[in-house]
Each structure stands twice: as C-alpha cells, then as structure tokens.
C-alpha cells in the first residue's frame, strides 16, 4: 500500500512548499500528527471546494490548519472560511501558519466550543462544512449543522472508516471514539434528509449533500 500511495502522491498536483512545511513541523511538534490532512486529501478538499464554489464555508477541528488552508486554497475571491478549535493549547501553534498564509484574508481561526459558538454567531446559508473534530459528538456536530446549512450545500466528514474499526462487530463500551462513528455512519445510512456516499480515500471522507426540504 506504501507503494501504491507513493504512486498517487506522484501522479497528482503538488501540495506545495508551505504546506509541506506544515505537515511537516505538525508531524515534528505536535502529539497525533497523523491527524493533520496530509498532501492527497488536502488536494481532494481543494478540488471539492473548487466544485462546491462556496461563499460562506465552516470546520469543525482546525488541529494545525493543513486542512482549513487547502480549503481557503480552493475558495474564489471575497468567500470566507469559519474554522473552530477547541482545544485553546492549539492556538500557538496554529494561527501563525493560518495568519502567515497566502489566504490568510479567506480564514477566520475560533477558538472554542464549535456547537455553542456556530448558532451564537448566527452562522446560516452554509455552503460547505468539514466536520474533523471529536468523533464522540459527529450527530451533534451533524444536527447542529444541517438546518444552518444551504439546500444543495455540503457536508464533508473525515474519519468515517475510523481504522477499519467501523466494521468490527463488537466494540468496546470504553471505545466511545468508534461508537460514535458508528452511530452517525448509520444514522446518515438512513437519513432521508441528505444525499451521501463514503469515499475510501485515507481514514474515509463521508459526502454529504442537503436536499431540498
């Protein structure tokens, strides 16, 4: 598989030197590094974004910003980008790459609770949000999301094959992280309200499109 990712990092767009810088000191600096994007889900969540063509667009889990800055890569001029970290320890490490970016004028870095913050803020007519943050909440990040969002818009979820644990048949009452990835996988499965489909693309990204109520 090594060989075969190899491959495909050779055969699509670059990510960059900045970014390559990021991922790089993020892998360097900061415990779970394997969180960050990565070089070909970061070009994916470009492409998407160019396709989507939002105006108003959110995450939910800024970590070291790889992911929000290959979104505001693909956002068209005067669209504006709303990314949430919980954690405030994150903040030194992360606004200075968000802040010394080409697109720093495209982001705007929050830090705190992203379910109480989002409606406070009165944040509706969504057009994209990315959901990557605690995978015990992805129903209530979901919910809370999907009336704010625009009809036709678009919800993407990382981490939907969670390791392949996902399709383990008993999990662990302790292992809240994978019940509850299991719990909005099916929920979504059968949720009349959205159009969706898993791409197995590194820990698996979940396409959400709202329909017309």
């Known amino acids: 598989m090594d060989s075969l ?3 495909i ?3 699509i767009d670059p990510e960059g030197d900045y970014l390559h810088r990021l991922y790089r000191d993020t892998q360097l600096r900061l415990s779970y590094g394997q969180m960050a994007s ?3 889900q970061g070009r994916l969540l470009k492409m998407l974004t160019r396709m989507v063509r939002p105006k108003l667009a959110v995450e939910l889990g800024t970590f070291s910003g790889y992911s929000a800055l290959c979104i ?3 956002l068209a001029e005067g669209a504006l980008l709303h990314t ?3 954690y405030d320890e994150q903040e030194d490490f992360t606004r200075p790459w ?3 970016s080409a697109y720093a004028d495209r ?3 929050h830090i705190g609770d992203a379910l109480r913050m989002i409606p406070e803020m009165g944040l509706t007519d969504i057009d994209m949000a990315f ?3 605690d995978k015990r909440h992805y129903i209530e990040f979901y919910e809370m999301l999907l009336p704010r969002m625009r009809p036709g818009g678009f919800i993407i979820a990382d981490n939907t094959l969670w390791y392949g644990h996902v399709i383990e048949e008993h999990t662990r009452e302790s292992d809240q992280q994978t019940l509850g990835i299991k719990a909005f996988n099916d929920l979504l499965a059968h949720d009349p309200r959205v159009e969706k489909v898993i791409v197995p693309v590194r820990d698996g990204l979940t396409l959400i499109q709202v329909l017309p109520q």
């Open 98 to 100: 968000l802040e010394g």
């Open 131 to 133: 959901i990557d943050a």
């Open 84 to 86: 949430f970290e919980i």
């Open 38 to 40: 990565g070089h070909v």
């Open 107 to 109: 982001i705007r870095f």
């Open 5 to 7: 990712d190899e491959y």
């Open 9 to 11: 990092r050779s055969h």
């Open 72 to 74: 505001a890569e693909g």
